[in-house]
């Protein structure tokens, strides 16, 4: 305790942003980027889309405040949703990470995805339920001004899980939204929320106080959720080109654990769509973050440096199976995680002559982490320990690069990441021999990418790039090499080692005017060594090469300033390449609508409506197509009120959001059987969430 609160009096983080400008690696990223933009000093000239793409590919996406104000969403979670060809599905409850599915990987709780808050990771690496788990429940969604998405691994700042795809969401008010203002939401599910959100109105954006409180009965059996979250970001600092930055924050949420339900059961009446086959599953998350940031630029050098401090609990209460591997004893377990993190990040660019800038970005993080797993009766009383582990574990990463313009039309970025990773694991159940683990492991990741820009609105886009995971802190428990007589299935996924990702793209970016522009993407993900974590056994399961073809493609419309249509496809042909089976998981084709209307009368409106067709499961298992519509509506009344009506899956749908083939025995007057069968999360039904907020 002692040590956790020395840390924590110790945390900071510095993070110095450059400027906005050109530059596709620009660390700083504004609020609202601008609609139009002169060359730059490297002659460089940026295309005025509004579409928000990021500059340097052709499918990476920025998405601004008023499309995150106007989104239908229940938590931080649903604002991924806004990101093209990104799938999300909770399997469990509000408060539990969600299972994440891009570009063909089923990234179950953020193993494939890096993601950060600012130049906050929030990934936890060698977490006891999933390896780079993610749980965004602490933030609070008023806050979040904009979300940067990277498909693939083509920047040098992309670090640790951004094997298939990054995301980043970047904290503040905007001016139009600044000021006091207190919403309260009550939701046909017996859903009470109470926000806060304070933004001084003569303080830059990154200044606001913000409080949130939630009750939710939930949509089932076994969904009641609570949780309450606080987060301070305050300006300390500011002078010549140069701004100082803290944020804090505070969450604790509870929530119970539904489970999957089997298909055939509620098939034949013995189990309901909504229904749960556990009773008192639940569990607990808390998380506290610390952060100064430093951001700035002077003449040509533009620099970042970072320090952040996180401290985090986490407890699951769980039965997927049944009574399947224990018969008399059932198959109920708790996970226990506490850690303490710390790290410090650097990103460094200086504008070498007017066609070429020097970057180099860093990053260190280290992890002390506690884990645990207990294995319950169904009364809740331990009755065995099969997890206990000690784990201390650093990362460190450093990246030389350069952005070069040979011509005025041609922009080149790239570089080369170092990046290495050592683990010590003391297993507190293994015998004395084998109670100590250690190991290092070391990986180069190549990335380039290049622009070329065509009549000033047409765009043409290639990119490659090695993206990496580093393995879970567990992995070097295992012997070197097979004893006799021991069990090796504590852990399934072989020896450690990096998982890399090498990642190719091509595409085009065209806006003919200024009522509509198109994306297109091509990409190509090849894996040598596959590793597939398995959330129901607990498993990570070694697999062979993979290979991952797709096609990205979006329009964007804009009939006027105040209202914005788009659709975005993805399909994916992702198979195993020995075998020629196809990668259990992801979906291979994904559409999504989008609109977003902010008329200046004060009506505004939000339609989020995704078609997801049929993916393959393990075991030859096969998950169904589903289409889902989610809206919302409001109005503004002059400046002290607003009112919000949403309405989640309007058409009424009953689908299953989750999807998964595995054994399972819950009757126990019939026989068990090995034989895996579908089971499904319920996805939300009709759902009515009205709120009314106050400004002043």
């Not at 650093?394 to 080369?416: E, H, K, M, Y």
């Not at 607990?538 to 804009?558: C, S, Y």
Request: net charge positive.
């Amino acid at each position: 305790m002692k040590t956790a609160l020395l840390c924590t009096a110790f945390a900071a983080a510095l993070s110095i942003p450059g400027l906005a400008h050109a530059s596709p690696w620009a660390v700083v990223h504004p609020v609202e980027p601008p609609e139009a933009a002169a060359p730059d000093e490297a002659g460089t000239r940026t295309v005025k889309v509004r579409t928000r793409s990021d500059g340097l590919t052709a499918s990476g996406r920025r998405i601004g405040s008023e499309q995150i104000q106007t989104a239908p969403k229940r938590s931080a979670e649903d604002l991924l949703r806004m990101v093209p060809g990104l799938l999300i599905v909770q399997h469990g409850n509000q408060g539990k990470g969600y299972q994440f599915y891009v570009r063909g990987f089923d990234a179950v709780h953020g193993s494939d995805i890096e993601f950060r808050v600012g130049d906050v990771p929030v990934n936890e690496p060698s977490n006891v339920h999933a390896h780079g788990y993610l749980d965004l429940a602490w933030i609070i969604p008023e806050v979040v001004a904009q979300i940067d998405a990277h498909k693939g691994a083509f920047r040098l700042e992309q670090g640790n899980f951004a094997t298939a795809a990054s995301i980043r969401y970047d904290l503040g008010v905007p001016k139009r939204l600044r000021g006091t203002r207190v919403s309260y939401e009550i939701g046909s599910t017996n859903r009470h929320r109470v926000a806060v959100v304070h933004a001084p109105r003569n303080r830059p954006d990154a200044t606001f106080l913000a409080g949130e409180v939630l009750t939710d009965d939930g949509y089932g059996e076994s969904r009641r959720a609570a949780r309450a979250s606080a987060m301070a970001q305050l300006r300390l600092w500011q002078r010549d080109g140069l701004a100082l930055d803290a944020l804090a924050t505070a969450y604790d949420g509870s929530f119970e654990l539904p489970g999957t339900v089997r298909l055939d059961d509620v098939k034949a009446g013995r189990a309901d769509f909504y229904g749960s086959y556990v009773d008192g599953a639940r569990g607990r998350s808390q998380r506290q973050v610390a952060s100064l940031r430093l951001s700035g630029a002077s003449g040509a050098n533009r620099i970042s440096a970072t320090l952040w401090q996180q401290s985090r609990r986490l407890q699951l209460d769980e039965n997927y199976t049944g009574w399947l591997l224990q018969r008399e004893r059932g198959d109920r377990h708790r996970q226990r995680q506490e850690a303490l993190s710390l790290g410090l990040t650097l990103d460094y660019e200086r504008q070498l002559s007017d066609r070429a800038a020097l970057r180099i970005v860093g990053s260190w993080r280290g992890d002390v982490i506690d884990q645990g797993q207990d294995e319950l009766l169904s009364t809740g009383r331990i009755w065995s320990s099969s997890r206990d582990l000690g784990i201390a574990q650093q990362s460190f990463g450093l990246a030389p690069g350069l952005r070069i313009t040979p011509r005025r039309w041609w922009l080149l970025d790239g570089g080369v990441r170092f990046d290495a990773f050592d683990a010590h694991v003391r297993d507190r159940l293994a015998a004395p021999e084998r109670r100590e683990s250690s190991g290092t492991l070391v990986q180069l990741s190549p990335r380039i990418a290049t622009r070329f820009t065509l009549r000033e609105r047409w765009q043409l886009f290639a990119a490659y790039g090695r993206g990496f995971r580093t393995p879970e802190a567990r992995a070097f428990t295992l012997p070197t090499s097979v004893p006799e007589n021991v069990d090796l299935d504590q852990f399934a996924g072989g020896k450690p080692f990096m998982t890399t990702t090498d990642n190719g793209e091509v595409g085009a970016r065209v806006q003919p005017s200024e009522l509509f522009d198109v994306g297109t993407s091509l990409f190509g993900i090849w894996i040598g060594r596959e590793s597939i974590f398995d959330h129901v056994s607990g498993f990570n399961v070694e697999l062979g090469a993979t290979r991952r073809l797709g096609l990205e493609a979006d329009l964007q419309i804009h009939p006027t300033r105040w209202l914005d249509l788009g659709i975005d496809v993805t399909a994916v042909h992702a198979r195993f390449v020995d075998s020629g089976q196809r990668i259990p998981g992801a979906p291979p084709l994904f559409i999504q609508l989008q609109g977003a209307l902010n008329h200046p009368s004060g009506f505004r409106a939000g339609l989020r409506w995704f078609v997801l067709g049929p993916r393959p499961l393990s075991y030859g298992g096969k998950a169904g197509a589903t289409t889902v519509m989610d809206l919302s509506l409001g109005y503004r009344m002059r400046r002290w009120a607003q009112f919000d009506l949403s309405i989640d899956n309007a058409l009424g749908t009953k689908w299953r959001e989750g999807e998964y083939n595995f054994a399972s025995y819950w009757d126990r007057s019939q026989r068990a059987s090995q034989i895996p069968g579908i089971h499904f999360v319920a996805g939300p039904p009709r759902m009515v969430r009205a709120a009314v907020t106050l400004f002043w």
